[in-house]
């Protein structure tokens, strides 16, 4: 077995937000690898394309050299096993949070018991912000770039000029 400790950080990151970007440092910080992975399949129709959120996470993590990006279909699970990742990051916002992280995380647990589960909290500063919030603000031309990164408030005004 590889003595490598490589953490997955799954999610939509549609777009990454300053509170993903504070939960990947923390994961950093503990794992020798963290591999931010993007979720193909996910039917919440998301504004950008795989390639994009991709794109945006690995400007916002240039600062973070153990930090890769990849993206998965299918079970986080099966991702898990075939990258031979012994942990999973996910982040816990609030209560809210909770109750739908505990049911996935026993779920995974009985799917692949020798993956350890990790929840971190971000800075208090970001507990209540979401990806949807961001998109919501951006697209009635507010101000984002307290919520992301630069690299990300420039592609959401492109988005959004290009839409409007
Ligand atoms: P969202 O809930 O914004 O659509 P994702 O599906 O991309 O986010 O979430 C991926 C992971 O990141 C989840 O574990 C989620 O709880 C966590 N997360 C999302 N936003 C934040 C935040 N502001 N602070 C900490 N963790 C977060």
Redo the contacts with the bound molecule.
């Keep these: 077995m590889s003595s490598v400790k490589r953490a997955i ?6 777009p ?5 970007i ?2 990947i440092e923390r994961a950093a910080f503990l794992f020798d690898e963290v591999v931010v992975t993007v ?1 193909r399949n996910i039917g ?1 129709n998301p504004l950008f394309t795989v390639e994009e959120r991709m794109e945006m996470i690995r400007e916002s993590v240039r600062h973070l050299p153990g930090v890769k990006v990849d993206n998965f279909n299918g079970l986080i699970v099966d991702y898990a096993k075939t990258t031979g990742a012994q942990a999973m ?5 609030a209560m809210s ?1 909770f109750e739908y ?1 505990f049911q996935m995380a026993l779920v995974n647990r009985t799917l692949y018991p020798d993956m350890v589960q990790v929840f ?3 800075h208090e500063a ?7 919030v961001v998109r919501e603000v951006a697209s009635f031309g507010g101000d984002i770039s307290p919520f992301v990164s630069t690299a990300v408030v420039k592609k959401l005004k492109e988005k959004f000029e290009k839409k409007s």
């Design positions: 950080y799954p999610g939509t990151f549609d990454i937000t300053l509170g993903h504070d939960i979720a919440k990051i996910r982040g816990l916002r949070d992280e971190l909290m971000p970001y507990t209540h912000l979401n990806s949807t």
